[in-house]
Structures are given as C-alpha cells and as structure tokens.
C-alpha cells in the first residue's frame, strides 16, 4: 500500500440512482497509470478539508482494470463526506487521492474455468461490479451469478448496466435481483422478495449450479449481511478458503463499551521505534497520531484496513474487525484504529 496522496482532476460526474448516489470518474495520467494499478474489488481513499478539519473515505473503485478510474459513493444521511460529493464535486476538479489497496479482491486468469457466486446488497454492488466485468472479460471459460438485494427498483446502483452484461453475455452471466419492499410501481419484477438469506441462497445455487469444481464466493453488503451469508454458504459445504467477504460498515461492532486501559507503547513506523503514550480508552491510531507520527490510515471505522498493524506485545481489544479475517488476527494482526489497550505495556508495528 502505498499511504502517499495524488492530486488527480475529476474528469466526469454521474448521478447514479437519481441523485442518490454518484459516480467520479478521474482523470489518469500517464506517469501514474502504475502507481494507480488496481485489482477489481480494491479502494482507494479520498481526503478532503472540510469545515477546518481534514476527512478521509475509502471508496470502492467500481470499474474494473483497464476501465477508466471511476468510484461510486452512495448518500449517507448526514454524511458530511458523501453529500459533499453529490452536491458540491463537478468536472476539473483536484482531488487528493490514495493509490488503490484492499485485499478484497479477484484476480482472473484467461485460463481458469470456475464459477463465481456473488451476494451483495445496496452500494456492496461497486466491487462486486468490477470483479464481474473482470471474469466477464478476462475469464472465458468462466461463468458469474450476482444475487443482488436492495430495497426497491428506484434503489439498484448500475441497473441499466447490468442489463447490458446479461443481454452481451447470455448463461455466462445471472442477475437475481430480491427487493425488500418493492414499490406496486416498480419497473422490474424482482426474482424474490425479501431479504438475502439462507433459503434464498440455496435456492439460487441449485437453480444455477457450478459449471465447475473450482468455485469462489464474493460477499459484500451492510450490517449483518456477510456473517449471515458465510453461514448459509458453509451450511451448504462451501469451504470457507473460497469465501471472500468485504463490509460496507454497521452490525458488526463488537462490544464498543468496552474502556481501553492507560498504556505505554512502542510504536515501529519507517524503521523507526517510538514510544507512545496511550490514553485510557484512546485508539492506538488516535495516540500516535497525537504524538506526531504519520501512520497510514483511512475510513477509521474498521473496514478498510489501510490502519492495519502488528500487535508483537501486550493485548488490544478491538471493537470491530470487519478488515481482518480469522487467519489475519492469528498473525497478530489489528486495526490500529479500532483497537484501545487491554494491558499497560504495547508493541505494535506498521512496518511490513
């Protein structure tokens, strides 16, 4: 990951959704084409200064390689960050951004033949867009199936889209879409009504069985969603190695009443080892921070991982780990910003 910002000019704005959410499209140049190399499925953060103070986002970069850089950020109720971009953002201008990062995300390969199941929910849809189009195109031999839950029709983020890619790719690709309200209106007749969960899943498995023996499951959506859907998914013998899941924030915190303790830490960042000190229930981020120090760091709400580091000593609690799988926390790994102390001594390291 590379933490360095680079002003890229914005090139397009799409309103998506009717103005609900927003799509920006930047203008690449050539001498950062590699710097911004993505995988489909990965993010970058934007950072903006807004009312004096500095604010960071990671957004999912919705079109695959080789596409144009473009994200996609949904309107949140009261999102200072999200609004600020569907009202205010317009063509030509500079924007701070991030090279892309993540480890949510799909590498095709023209010679692999394997099935992808994809589960998403509300804006989950952007990386599961990317890594669609990614088998879609570099993929032959392989096939995909969204099973896609929103609200209503008005609420489907890249509908017209992914019309497109069912109609210019036949059994190739699926779309199921569930809607949990739909409106008598609606333009569309959705596949089910309800919610993703895990009668729903074994139904659409068996009405479009693997093609193949290797087979990859992609989970991204809100709340409770991924947790729910890696259950139905593993009730159903999927092993959990092909279950790759990214949150899109809420349902997934853990016990945040739990006070973090005063504690000294050593910190190793850029070969360097400092001593921070940690306030009762302060985040190690936030206490390094304090000090001085620049630690890479991004959504600070636990689903990006760019504030991931290295516990080598003492014990954090962390009150949500949506960035980190089982294997990663094995590793000692933790989200600086999400963990406070649980004893009065650290070590912890952002060097790889």
């Not at 729910?228 to 945040?256: C, N, Q, T, W, Y």
């Not at 580091?309 to 094995?330: F, P, W």
Request: proline share 6%; hydrophobic share 40%; glycine share 8%.
């Amino acid at each position: 990951m590379n933490p360095n910002f680079f002003s890229l000019r914005i090139a397009e704005i799409q309103p998506e959704i009717k103005g609900k959410a927003t799509s920006v499209i930047f203008d690449l140049p050539a001498n950062l084409a590699e710097t911004f190399r993505w995988q489909a499925g990965q993010h970058v953060t934007l950072r903006f200064h807004l009312n004096g103070t500095e604010q960071r986002r990671s957004y999912t970069i919705s079109n695959p390689p080789g596409a144009p850089l473009r994200i996609t950020v949904k309107r949140v109720v009261d999102g200072m960050v999200s609004n600020h971009i569907g009202d205010h953002l317009k063509p030509g201008d500079m924007i701070d951004v991030m090279p892309p990062f993540g480890q949510f995300s799909l590498s095709p390969d023209a010679l692999n033949r394997r099935t992808h199941y994809f589960f998403g929910a509300g804006s989950g849809i952007t990386p599961l867009f990317a890594m669609i189009n990614a088998v879609l195109e570099e993929e032959p031999h392989s096939v995909a199936h969204l099973i896609y839950g929103n609200i209503d029709d008005g609420s489907i983020i890249f509908h017209n889209e992914l019309g497109k890619l069912t109609a210019e790719h036949g059994s190739r690709f699926t779309v199921r879409h569930v809607l949990s309200a739909p409106s008598m209106w609606r333009s569309i007749s959705p596949w089910r009504k309800g919610r993703v969960d895990a009668g729903l899943i074994k139904d659409a498995i068996a009405e479009t069985p693997p093609v193949a023996q290797d087979v990859q499951y992609w989970v991204c959506g809100p709340g409770t969603m991924n947790a729910d859907v890696k259950d139905a998914l593993m009730a159903l013998d999927a092993p959990a190695s092909r279950i790759h899941m990214e949150s899109f924030g809420g349902g997934e915190v853990a016990a945040p009443s739990v006070i973090g303790v005063a504690a000294k830490a050593k910190v190793e960042l850029d070969g360097a080892v400092h001593d921070v000190s940690v306030a009762e229930n302060e985040t190690l981020l936030n206490a390094v921070l304090s000090a001085g120090l620049a630690p890479p760091f991004s959504c600070q709400s636990g689903v990006c991982g760019a504030c991931k580091a290295r516990l080598t000593n003492g014990q954090v609690h962390m009150r949500a780990r949506m960035a980190l799988e089982d294997s990663d926390i094995a590793r000692g790994e933790i989200l600086s910003c999400q963990s406070v102390a649980a004893s009065d001594e650290l070590s912890i390291s952002f060097d790889k």
